[in-house]
């Protein structure tokens, strides 16, 4: 039975977590936070505070890693408000632990945010070209782990995620004049971005680059525009025609090569 860290158990790592626990799995998990080690002891999954800052890491790291077979890398950039980082310098330090503990086979959470604004279709083929701060420090992050031969590191990439309590709608609703009503959507439900981390894991689907991204893409102004109404709010409101020849972001490896089949619709889910 292989053992998987979580590192990072929050509105993804905590429920892919408790599902890797019914796939016969057992979980190391960890949090930055004293209050959730009891909510994640109470789950069945071994707890670790664990944070990471550019120049140390806090907490029992190496024992984390030494206890697994399989580490899920899922801490997304903190860039925004007064608490910025730097992300690189974070997992450029979590990268030397790793090589001086157990190098094990890593998945590394990453966004379609490293596209950029790329017109047209985006594969897996596509070269990145972020166009935020977000964007670039996880290009470099990513290349850190995945250009490290000495590693088995797959990335996945995933779209706009929606899921419980967690829905872009919720925040467009009752905003005007936007100008991006003609881009195309690029999202992706929780439950599928679950699916396809146990399937890297069981399939053994390593030095891959993976997009995560349901593959249909309405408008911006037609699925929010609907998924307003289905909710009962307010719509945004869009004007012009931006976004025409915008970004539509294929998951070309799990359809094509894999005949991966999306668990989850973007649309009429309605959770939040």
Known sequence: MKTIGVLGCGWLGFPLAKELQKNKYKVYGTTTTVEKIEVLDKNGIIASKISLFEDTIEGEITEFLKNIDVLILN??????GAKKENFVKKMTLLHATIKKTKCVPILFISST?????????VTEETVTQPNTESGRQLVLSEEIFFKDPALQTTVIRFGGLIGPNRHPVTMLSKKENLTNGKAAVNLIHLDDCISIIINCIYNNWWNKIINGVYPLH????????KEAMLRGIKAPKYIGTSGVNSKKVNSNWLI???????????NSNITS
């Open 75 to 80: 801490v997304p950039p903190r860039l925004r």
């Open 113 to 121: 945010a490293v596209y950029g604004n790329t017109p047209g279709v």
């Open 218 to 225: 309405p408008t911006k102004e037609e699925y929010y525009t």
């Open 256 to 266: 094509n090569v894999k005949k991966y089949h999306f668990q989850t619709s973007i």
